[in-house]
């Protein structure tokens, strides 16, 4: 009788140790599951916050066409752009010429902005309200024409602006027509061909629309005319300043007198109201506004532009433009949202 009675009490007694034992890990099992949907929360909460994030960046292309001179700003600023700001975003940048890149910009699906070297035309402004493109012009910088020379030009260091006018009017064959003590070698004109606003403005503010000297070398390619001024003695070209800037270890700068002795262009004498002003001039990007309306990574680029040219204008060869002309296009942008 004692021994059934003991072993009852051993068959309770390990019952209750079972049953210890599963509401212990039915417990556990609580407290793993609740810690376990926390988790879930937090990675969801970091899920949607990251969601959130990607749709602030920004997809999709920009395309620039345009001025050969303005080209390595705009190469500037859409590299820092796409590394710094929306690598998402592809900003293609070309450099056929201010008259070409119109042309590619005044179509239908043209281009997103046009560099250029010059204003716009009044025919290219008619082409744009025919074809229902709203175009906004950014001047984003200051370049000076510079008048280049070989290395092996030791004499004309200087030269006063009429002479320069006369040179690339064919008014001197020879370096001694204009000074005896120069050599008697026959003059080589060169420079950027009718693609270009440089072209252009030499053409039409420079030479006010008289023919260009005969047999002058024009190219397209800023590259080729360093290359051929650099390699002739002879040689006397014109471009922007920010390929001078860049290439002054194969050419010289011709400082120009434009009635109070010579100037040498620099980032300081091009700036707005400086003494090269009578070689200085304004150039820009415009903008197709449509474009802009419709696709939120060009006005967004648009509005970075305007935002940071003048930090990289000096670094690639441009004066900048007054803080309060950048801050006036921001604001016009702005409105544009």
């Known amino acids: 009788m004692k021994f059934k009675k003991y072993l009852m009490f051993l068959l309770v007694a390990a019952l209750a140790v079972v049953l210890v034992a599963c509401g212990g890990s039915d417990e556990e099992n609580t407290e793993d599951t609740g810690s376990e949907d926390a988790?879930?929360?937090?990675?969801?909460?970091?899920?949607?916050e990251e969601t959130d994030s990607e749709s602030s960046e920004l997809e999709g292309s920009v395309v620039i066409?345009?001025?050969?001179?303005?080209?390595?700003?705009?190469?500037?600023?859409?590299?820092?752009?796409?590394?710094?700001?929306?690598?998402g975003v592809s900003v293609e940048v070309s450099r056929a010429g201010t008259s070409a890149g119109f042309e590619k910009f005044l179509m239908e699906d043209g281009t997103d902005f046009n560099d250029a070297s010059r204003q716009i035309k009044e025919e290219e402004q008619a082409k744009a309200d025919e074809l229902g493109i709203d175009v906004?012009?950014?001047?984003?910088?200051?370049?000076?024409?510079t008048i280049v020379t070989s290395p092996e030009n030791d004499w004309a260091t200087e030269l006063t602006e009429q002479q320069v006018i006369d040179i690339?009017?064919?008014?001197?064959?020879?370096?001694?027509?204009?000074?005896p003590e120069w050599p008697e070698e026959e003059i080589q004109?060169?420079?950027?061909?009718?693609?270009?606003?440089?072209?252009?403005?030499?053409y039409e503010n420079i030479l006010e629309e008289q023919d260009l000297v005969e047999g002058i070398d024009l190219q397209q390619e800023y590259?080729?005319?360093?290359?051929?001024?650099?390699?002739?003695?002879n040689a006397i070209g014109f471009f922007g300043f920010g390929y001078y800037d860049s290439n002054q270890d194969k050419i010289n700068a011709v400082s120009i007198d434009f009635g109070d002795g010579p100037v040498a262009p620099s980032l300081d004498t091009i700036a707005e109201d400086g003494d090269y002003a009578g070689f200085t001039r304004p150039v820009f990007t415009y903008l197709n506004t449509n474009n802009a309306t419709e696709k939120a990574?060009?006005?967004?680029?648009?509005?970075?532009?305007?935002?940071?040219t003048n930090e990289f204008a000096g670094e690639t060869g441009f004066a900048?433009?007054?803080d309060e002309e950048a801050q006036a296009a921001v604001e016009e942008l702005e409105a544009l949202k």
């Open 39 to 48: 988790a879930s929360e937090d990675t969801a909460s970091e899920d949607t």
């Open 65 to 87: 066409d345009g001025s050969g001179t303005v080209y390595p700003l705009m190469a500037r600023l859409a590299e820092e752009y796409m590394t710094n700001e929306q690598p």
């Open 136 to 145: 906004m012009e950014l001047k984003v910088a200051l370049d000076g024409l």
């Open 168 to 179: 690339f009017l064919g008014e001197y064959t020879n370096w001694s027509d204009i000074n």
């Open 189 to 202: 004109t060169y420079g950027p061909n009718e693609n270009h606003g440089t072209y252009e403005f030499f």
């Open 223 to 233: 590259s080729t005319l360093v290359t051929l001024v650099a390699e002739d003695p």
């Open 297 to 308: 990574q060009v006005l967004d680029y648009a509005l970075y532009v305007m935002n940071s």
């Open 320 to 322: 900048p433009i007054p």
